[in-house]
């Protein structure tokens, strides 16, 4: 799920980015779409890849396909607000998210060890073969 509020997120930052309507051009789609995948992993550690970056990587003239995104009009101002309000709520969902599936993976894999151990008092499960070594009994 937090990989897709990231996505989604990462979608309308784009479409924020761009000077004309996604689905009116496939060349403006394809960078909205490629601009949310680069930014997926990137946002578990709050980095946003640059917008020029990848239009210059698909192969776009980033002049042709953004926005003016000096800030130095009212409007490239706005626009640049919100992309940062946006890229901030995209490193909220990627990492804070992230951080509790860890959490979530670490209370699975201890649950699992507790009830592998409860089976083996109970002689349902056999312990782990010994794989070798020595072993000195000091009392």
Known sequence: ASACATLGVGLVEASLLVQE???GNPDTA???????????????VWVTQDAKLVATAMGLDPHVILRDL???????ANVLLQ????????????GFM?????????SVSMHSFSEYEDRIKMGREPPLPFTGGL?????
């Not at 072993?135 to 009392?139: A, G, H, N, P, T």
């Open 70 to 76: 000096s800030g130095s009009t009212p409007e490239s």
């Open 30 to 44: 394809w960078f909205v779409v490629r601009y949310s995948l680069q930014q997926l992993f990137p946002s578990v």
């Open 135 to 139: 072993v000195i009994r000091l009392c």
């Open 21 to 23: 309507w996604p689905l």
């Open 83 to 94: 992309t940062q309000f946006l890229s901030t709520s995209r490193y909220f969902f990627a």
């Open 98 to 106: 992230m951080l509790a599936q860890m959490f979530r993976a670490g």
